[in-house]
């Protein structure tokens, strides 16, 4: 069987994360499948450089050229960019060539009219982890996709991580606020609580070293266990001890709420670059 072939228009930090994940995947694959062959298309010559020597991609500096014979097109530029990247592949698009879109914000209707009335688009909203195998990717597909088309999309970012499908393609904005943007949220937790250990007077090895294994283990634990998370935080709190009085501090500084505003924050501007990129009357 011939390998699938992948072409990533935009080179950057969601497309390097997806590209590093299949390559880790295919290398720990039991099977003799043909790995997919992957292109990808960026402006910057240095992108381009480098993904090539780590991940033996093909480069093309121009769109056109690296959709050429490509099963799947994954749009990994910028939202504002999106549009002109539409406008510029369409003429050699393929009615057969899957275009999936891993941008922020932008409705599949809105992409299948600047792709010219293609209809086989997918949306990912895949995140940064993709690149250690452990992804979590919400995908949305209009109802006239076949069962084939859906589930090229779903094995390319199956192969990074967990795959969800979505439903109401207007939970795509939560997806985006929740696992698109999730990841930071983890990091900057993780770098609230490593300064607070050094605050402490732990050394900047340790405080770094505890912190992430602690942040792993308990994730690990969450995945394992067959108690919520709730209930594994009983296990840890004893009462009138050390953790108890920590929570109470989270509590009182209004963690949830915290929380709660950010993925609001995050959900609103993902509606936000829709409506402004794609126009109110288009939606
Ligand atoms: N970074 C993240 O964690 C996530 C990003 N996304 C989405 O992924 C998309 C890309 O985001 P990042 O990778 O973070 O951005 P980035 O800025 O790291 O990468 C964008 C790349 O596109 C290239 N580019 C610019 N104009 C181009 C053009 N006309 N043709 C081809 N390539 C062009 C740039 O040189 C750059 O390398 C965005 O739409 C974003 O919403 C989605 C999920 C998570
Ligand atoms: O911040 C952003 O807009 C992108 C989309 C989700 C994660 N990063």
């Not at 072409?7 to 880790?24: D, K, L, P, S």
């Not at 002109?84 to 057969?96: D, H, K, M, R, T």
């Not at 932008?106 to 009335?117: A, D, E, N, P, S």
């Not at 340790?206 to 296990?235: C, F, H, K, N």
Request: hydrophobic share 45%; charged share 15%; with cysteine.
């Amino acid at each position: 069987m011939q390998a699938t072939r992948i072409a990533f228009i935009g080179g950057g930090n969601m497309a390097t994360a997806i590209i590093e994940g299949v390559r880790r995947n295919q290398a720990g694959a039991a099977t003799h499948a043909e790995p997919p062959v992957v292109v990808v298309a960026d402006p910057t010559a240095a992108r381009r450089e480098a993904l090539a020597s780590l991940y033996a991609v093909e480069t093309a500096e121009d769109n056109r050229s690296a959709i050429i014979g490509a099963d799947v097109i994954v749009l990994a530029v910028k939202p504002n960019q999106i549009q002109s990247v539409c406008a510029e592949i369409q003429p050699v698009l393929q009615a057969n060539q899957l275009v999936v879109s891993v941008a922020a914000g932008i409705g599949g209707t809105v992409l299948q009219r600047w792709l010219g009335g293609h209809v086989a688009v997918v949306r990912a909203m895949p995140n940064t982890p993709a690149m250690v195998g452990c992804g979590a990717t919400g995908l949305y597909a209009d109802p006239a996709l076949t069962p084939t088309q859906r589930s090229l999309a779903e094995s390319l970012l199956r192969s990074v991580g967990l795959v969800v499908w979505i439903d109401s393609e207007a939970d795509m904005d939560a997806v985006t606020a929740l696992s698109g943007s999730g990841p930071a949220y983890v990091f900057l937790v993780m770098e609230a609580i490593e300064s607070a250990a050094r605050t402490l007077g732990l050394s900047a090895e340790t405080a770094r070293l505890l912190t992430l294994e602690t942040v792993y283990g308990a994730a690990r634990l969450a995945m394992s266990a067959d108690e919520s998370p709730a209930q594994l935080r009983a296990r840890v709190t004893s009462p009138n001890g050390t953790t108890e009085r920590g929570i109470a501090a989270l509590e009182t500084a209004d963690l949830r709420g915290a929380f709660l505003k950010a993925l609001t924050a995050a959900h609103a501007r993902s509606q936000e670059l829709g409506r402004d990129l794609a126009g109110e009357a288009s939606r």
